[in-house]
Every structure is written in C-alpha cells, then in structure tokens.
C-alpha cells in the first residue's frame, strides 16, 4: 500500500506548504491596509486619535509578528531536523578551544535546546571530552540566540537591530566560553558529574524523509506558537497601551544614554526575571519607544533572556555554586560591555 | 515487551508517557510501560535530550513527541 502511494503522496506534501505560504505572502502584503480599513474605515475611528491609534498598533503589530513567527519557525523546524545534540556532540568532540568555543556558539543556535534537557546534555558533552568552556559556549548561545527574538526583535525594530542582537550574542557565548575554559573550573563542576556513566547506545531514528521533516515544521509551528502567542499579545496590548498613553520620555531617566549606571542595573534586574523572547521583545520595544537607549534595553533583554534564575536551578545539580556564580559573572559582565559599546560608541 | 519513558518530569516528558499509553491501548498489546526519573539512569541509555523512549531496552526515540500514529509504528517495528 505505501508503494502504490509514493507518487501521489510526493506531490501531496509539497502542494501543502506551498499553498500555505502563498497564502501567507497575500495575508501579509494586505495587512496594513486591511488595519486600516478596519479601524478608520470599517470602526469609523478618527486618526490621531489615541485610543485608535492604540487599536491600530495591536490590529496591525499582532498578526504580523505571529505571521513572521509562524512562517519562520516552520522553516527553522525544518531545518533544526538535521541538527540532533547527538551531531552536535560529534561535532564538539575534542575541539582546540576558542575554534570550539565559535562552533559551539553557532551550533548553539541551530541545535534544538530546552532547558528541561540542560542536564543530560551538558553530561553528555562533558562525558564525550567536550571542553567545558565550549560546553558552556553552547549553553549561552542556545537559549539566549533563538528564532523567536530574532523575529520579534526584525518585525518590531528592523533586521539592524536583529543583526545586532545576534553577533553581540555570538561574541558573548564564544568569548565567556573561551574564558570560563582558560580558568579550569573543573574542580566546581559536581563529582557525580564525571561517574556517570553515560551509555554508548548508538541509537539512530533511521534516515526521516522530507515528508516527516516538512511535518516537524508543522510541529514546531504548533508547539512554539501554542506557547508564545499569549506572551506576544500580552505583550503588544502594553505596548499599544503605552504607545499613546505614557509620556514620550518617561523611560529616559532610568534607562537613557546619559544615565551612566542604567546599564548594569538593567543587567541586575534582568537575572533574577526570566521570560522567554516573545514575553520580553515588546517590553523592549516600549523601553525603548519611551526614551531608554538601544544599549541598555538590550543588555536587559539578553540579561533576562540568557541568565534566569530556574536555569541555573537546574544546573546547581551539575554544577558547584562558584562555578555558578562565574558562569553569572563572565555572561553578566559580557552584557555590560555590549550594553556600554551601543550607549557610548556607536 | 518492556516501554521505558525516560525524563525526568519536563511537560513533554508527560506528553510522550500519554501518548505512548493511548497507542498501546489501541494497538491492543501486552506492554509492561516503566517511567524513567533517575537522571543517572537516563544517562545510561546514552541521550542527550528528554523525553526518550525505550523499547526492550534499545533506544528509539530522544527528544521529540510523535503523534500517537507516529508512535504506534515505532512501536510495531520495535516489537
């Protein structure tokens, strides 16, 4: 039965994607006119005014990130199917540092990650003789660099801003990384850590057809966008909200260019919060919009993003609390650097 | 044949562990299905990402949920 099938199943799950995608590109060409006409046309709304410039901004900025979200994680999904922690381990193994350190960022970033899974994989790269620095390379990148900030921060700020947010990322997981190895901090990683003893089970799914990789897009998009879409919206009905009702320099104080200390404290206050990128991209966005400086809004966001409280919980088990708290010190600082040089330098 | 769940209490660790149950009940088997909690345990089959799935102590599943479907076949090929 699945022989006389192939041909008509070939066609079948190609015509699928492609029709949904052009469907997509219709839907987002017409968003903003169709905002338009259905608030100042359809609602009768008045421009210039507030509160309907307030219904515009979630009428128009809602769907348009959940339409850039979608589209992308299908294809991120997609692609994150041929990247398994078990290649990326191959990968690593036995890697000179800093070369490590840069593979390990970059993989980070395409290797599917959740924090749930911190522990097994940091004992599986430390069992497989993956450097600890470049471990920790991975373990920065991966939660801190991902398709849902590069989303949100490209339909709300522009792909500058996006482009930005990626290599100061980058540089932080490879450099933080190389430091963390060149201090030798293996005496603070737990005992256990290194009796464990990790099986040699050569497991391999098989080779996946395209078909099933197209269908893991899908997953993704079901799983990813089932999770965030409530934090995005949350997030733009405050920052529609604050759009026309808090004063234009009401963040600038606090979070402005010329407040020296504005930057470390946004680091401080981004520890112990944890959001993920679609929860914190619209705070950001407000930050901004009400006088705070790109440097310090992104030192915030990658503060909240890439040190949170329940991940290092979960790599207490793993790790000693000195480690911990340099792991917290070298990343912490790192921000800070990247947060000064946007203030000050460019 | 022995199903072993391997997670350590993450939601989808919870999904497969539903998932894996519905399709033995539909595949009408005698499956002995054992949860897996034990972080040293579930580094001994060799995964680096929960949930994994055991059948008849081989691995044939880490890091992923498949559809019941998907599971039911995996099950069958492992049998």
Request: aromatic fraction near 12%; charged fraction near 15%.
């Amino acid at each position: 039965m699945i022989q006389t099938n192939l041909d008509t199943m070939k066609l079948k799950f190609l015509i699928k994607p492609l029709f949904l995608i052009s469907i997509w590109f219709v839907i987002y060409h017409y968003l903003q006119p169709l905002a338009d006409w259905l608030i100042y046309s359809a609602l009768g709304m008045s421009q210039g005014d507030h509160f309907a410039e307030a219904l515009w901004f979630f009428v128009y900025e809602f769907p348009k990130v959940m339409l850039l979200l979608g589209l992308i994680i299908f294809f991120v999904g997609i692609i994150r199917s041929y990247f398994t922690a078990e290649r990326t381990r191959t990968a690593l193994e036995g890697k000179k540092t800093f070369t490590g350190n840069v593979m390990a960022s970059l993989l980070g970033i395409v290797t599917p990650f959740c924090s749930c899974s911190a522990i097994p994989l940091f004992l599986g790269f430390v069992e497989a003789g993956v450097p600890l620095g470049v471990t920790f390379s991975f373990l920065i990148a991966a939660p801190m660099i991902n398709e849902v900030a590069v989303v949100l921060l490209y339909g709300m700020f522009g792909w500058k801003v996006a482009l930005i947010y990626v290599t100061t990322g980058l540089s932080i997981a490879i450099v933080a990384g190389w430091i963390i190895g060149l201090l030798k901090l293996e005496k603070w990683v737990e005992p256990w850590v290194y009796e464990t003893k990790v099986g040699q089970q050569d497991w391999d799914e098989g080779t996946i057809s395209f078909e099933t990789r197209i269908q893991m897009g899908y997953d993704a998009i079901r799983e990813i966008v089932g999770k965030v879409w409530l934090y995005v919206a949350l997030g733009i009905v405050v920052g529609a909200g604050a759009h026309g009702y808090v004063p234009e320099e009401f963040m600038a104080n606090l979070m402005g260019k010329s407040t020296w200390y504005s930057v470390p404290l946004s680091v401080l206050i981004g520890i112990p919060l944890y959001s993920n990128a679609a929860g914190i991209v619209p705070i950001v966005s407000v930050l901004i919009e009400k006088g705070a400086s790109l440097g310090t809004a992104l030192a915030f966001m990658m503060s909240v993003i890439g040190l949170s409280l329940p991940e290092m919980v979960i790599l207490r088990k793993v790790l000693k609390l000195p480690l911990i708290f340099t792991f917290i010190g070298v990343v912490a600082f790192g921000i800070l650097v990247v947060g000064y040089i946007f203030n000050y330098v460019l | 044949m022995n199903i072993k769940i391997l997670g350590t209490g993450c939601a989808n660790c919870k999904n497969l562990e539903k998932a894996v149950n519905m399709a033995v009940a539909d595949m009408q088997i005698d499956a002995k299905i054992e949860k897996v909690e034990d972080i040293q345990k579930i580094m001994s089959f060799g995964i680096m990402r929960t949930p994994g799935l055991v059948i008849n102590d081989k691995v044939v599943l880490s890091g992923r949920v498949p559809s019941v479907n998907d599971l039911k076949e995996i099950i069958a090929k492992h049998a």
